[in-house]
């Protein structure tokens, strides 16, 4: 039941890119991250699950990825202050991986942890700003029916959710693995609402 519940978890990241290739909507900004959750939701299901295989450094590149392509989201953006903050998270972002893969750490998920903590900041200070630039500026009729409005809120609302677990997980693990799976459905959860609101904002982006 739990296997067949990730495999729906993973189908619907893959349903975002699907969706826009059959709409044959441009995507903007956001095309990178889409596409990226279809590549990795495809490959967790062949390797991770189907073919169980040691998918660590998988889940490591693809969180350098994702760094990569929600900081280029936001970038493109271009509301005030924006591009400068890119800037110091791209030059933060550099930094951290740098310092972490020349450090001879074996613990591959140690160095996830720390480029995990910069995205969660990421996204939380530009969806901040978003919204505040959105309500101050007024320039949007209705969020509704904005596709960044879903975007933005999917983000937040995944790394909000999963946080401290991603942070912790090592100490889950070592202390309290019997208990593991009652935090992983959290991490479920959060996968569920990100790619729904992924969903409905491809389907926005083709009705506009």
């Known amino acids: 039941m739990f296997k067949l519940l990730l495999y729906i978890i993973l189908f619907l990241g893959i349903v975002p890119a699907l969706l826009a290739l059959i709409k044959k909507c441009s995507l903007g900004s956001i095309a990178p991250f889409v596409y990226l959750t279809a590549i990795g939701a495809a490959y967790e299901a062949v390797f991770s699950l189907f073919l169980e295989k040691n998918s660590a450094i998988w889940f490591a590149t693809y969180d ?3 760094f990569l392509a929600i900081l280029y989201y936001f970038y493109r953006l271009n509301f005030p202050k924006m591009r400068l903050l ?3 998270f791209l030059v933060s972002f550099l930094a951290t991986a740098g310092s972490i893969y020349i450090l001879k750490y074996d613990n591959i998920f ?3 942890q720390g480029i995990l903590f910069l995205l969660n900041i990421l996204v939380f200070i530009f969806t901040i700003l978003w919204f505040w630039n959105t309500f101050v500026k007024m320039e949007i009729g209705s969020l509704w029916k ?3 409005f879903y975007y ?3 983000l ?3 790394h909000a959710t999963t946080f401290m677990l991603f942070l912790l997980s090592d100490i889950i693990i070592k202390f309290d693995a019997d208990k593991f799976f009652d935090y992983w459905i959290l991490n479920i959860v959060a996968n569920f609402l ?4 992924l969903i409905i904002g491809v389907w926005r982006t083709s009705h506009k």
């Open 64 to 66: 350098i990825l994702a």
């Open 86 to 88: 890119s800037l110091i």
């Open 110 to 112: 140690f160095k996830q």
């Open 146 to 148: 904005e596709p960044d």
């Open 152 to 154: 933005i809120s999917g």
């Open 156 to 158: 937040f609302i995944y």
């Open 194 to 197: 990100l790619k729904s609101f």
